[in-house]
């Protein structure tokens, strides 16, 4: 059984992606801390902090489907490329932000720079199936959140040394430079271009659980748009229960991502280095969760619905904290269960949807889950004016764990019908 390091010295073509995804990723969290440093500096305001996320997050409802339309009909090595040559431009914007009255030069950003990331993730996500072998894609997956937790650890504890010792100027270039970097990397891959494995009327290599056969895939070849949709969902009911999966954990990922600056800053009273250290711990976690990823190999679908259960247990004991210490701690073990279930739900769509529709499902999908995150961040900057903090964050775990538990009794009643 090969290790990560082996997985990624025998998938060299995703090696390169995968830099280029550390490297574009550490950059936007570093600038990311300092926006967030910046907005509670200036206004002082949770509803800031919530309108600046929903804001960068509503460019998904629009461009996310065009990205995967895009994805699926021409290059996706180009359109990753221009993606990160444009971002690099918009992500110089907030150096030009001076007082309060300034701060829509900050939201021009966020929502230019979330455009052009929309147009990037499908491209980047209807890829890796195309760069790697069926057999890795599980460990490919676990390695995708080893390289979230990476730009975590490493982008959120420096992006916070770098606002307070060197100025949020700085954290601005930064981010500008780590899409030019990571531009030249993706410059390296091959083009990504359909074979003879991939053809989209090929046969599929494996008749797994959930996956479509050859049958299904010629009709559904010769539909476009939202039909070839339809015949999907149709012929893969866990991949029904996987969208209402995917619908309700935005909800508590929305609200924990404005708590998570906000616990720092106003429960805490830790400032950046707060900010920092709690999305380091989040990364901490999810780098130590992909290590436990292989263990469920065999229970992809069971272990992909109970995380979520398991992590709105977390997040109600991270709402109690009496301290910044233990807070961190159970933000280590939160994301540890949610780096397994990522890996699990990722690796389950890319064994079941089609590569010809891979794009356009990965783009649909992405504007679906960040629309809902927009509008978690939004209500949740709202909330904050009524609810204190720690409201909140025992309210949005409640609420997880008790979807989590309702998904795991539909699973478990249906389950013969599930795995059909």
Known sequence: MLIRKGVLHHERD?????????VNGIGDRISQVAVLGLLLSLTGSGLAVGIAFAIRLVPYLIFAPLGGWLADRFPKKRLMIAADLIRA????LPVFVRDVGDIWI?????FLLSAGEALYVPARMSAIPLLVRKEHLLKINSLEEVMTGFILIFGSVTGGAVAVWLGSEASFLCNAVSFLISALLLARLPQLSRTAQHDEHAQPQSASPGS?????????????GWAEFKSLLAASPYLRLMLFIFAVWPIGDGIFNILLSIYA???FHAGDFGIGLMYGALGI??????????RFAGQLRIAAILTLLAEGICHILVSQSGSMLIAAGLMVLTAAISSIGGACNQTLLMNTVPEYLRGRFMGILGSMQNTIMGISMFLSGFLLEVLTPRMLGLA????LMTMGACFTAVYLFFRPRLQA
């Open 212 to 224: 479509l056969d050859h049958s299904q895939l010629e009709p559904m070849a010769r539909r476009q």
């Open 285 to 294: 976690g999810l780098v130590a969760g992909s290590a436990l990823t292989g």
């Open 14 to 22: 995703y090696a390169k992606l995968f830099g280029a995804g550390i």
């Open 265 to 267: 800053t106003e429960v």
């Open 396 to 399: 949005g775990g409640l609420f």
């Open 89 to 92: 431009v918009f992500a110089l």
């Open 106 to 110: 900050i939201w021009l950003s966020m």
